[in-house]
């Protein structure tokens, strides 16, 4: 199964979305629309993941256990925020284990999707409370504008 993903921003981008949907000739299909822009965006997953190997390169964790950090501690009240379903099916089923074991679902090799589930607005503010954390630890990040993305944290989220 082939999933295509197109946002529409203006109404110019409706024609070639129209034009895709005429072009197809496997039947059935599914076709979801959803308001808002799409999850999170490349930028800002390439920003997370420089700040981890940042967090690493200075601090006493691996990349991998500081993600795992993230997703528990800032990634799950964001992610409830945002789902009424997510909150509930996490009270039900995670919030009751040991501490030990979520951190555990947040890594590889179970890495439960949580950021992946985000919004973009809501990685913005994942993203935010990463830069707080670490900056109070004296970590120094990766300056986003050095990447090529100056202030995509906040630039994304609009």
Not at 78 to 91: G, H, M, R
Not at 93 to 116: A, G
Request: hydrophobic content about 35%.
């Amino acid at each position: 199964m082939r999933k295509v993903v197109r946002t529409i921003r203006r109404p110019e981008d409706l024609q070639p979305l129209l034009m895709l949907l005429r072009g197809r000739s496997k039947y059935p299909y599914t076709v979801n629309v959803i308001d808002g822009k799409e999850r999170r965006s490349l930028a800002q997953n390439r920003l997370q993941r420089q700040w981890l190997n940042d967090a690493e390169a200075q601090g006493d964790q691996t990349s991998e256990e500081y993600r795992g950090f993230c997703k528990l501690h800032f990634g799950i009240a964001i992610l409830k925020s945002e789902s009424d379903d997510f909150a509930q099916d996490y009270d039900e089923n995670i919030k009751p284990l040991p501490y030990e074991t979520k951190l555990k679902l947040m890594m590889e090799p179970f890495s439960l999707p949580i950021t992946s589930k985000m919004s973009v607005k809501g990685k913005t503010k994942y993203l935010d409370a990463i830069w707080q954390h670490f900056a109070g630890l004296g970590i120094q990040l990766t300056d986003p504008a050095m990447m090529g993305i100056a202030d995509c944290w906040k630039r994304c989220g609009q």
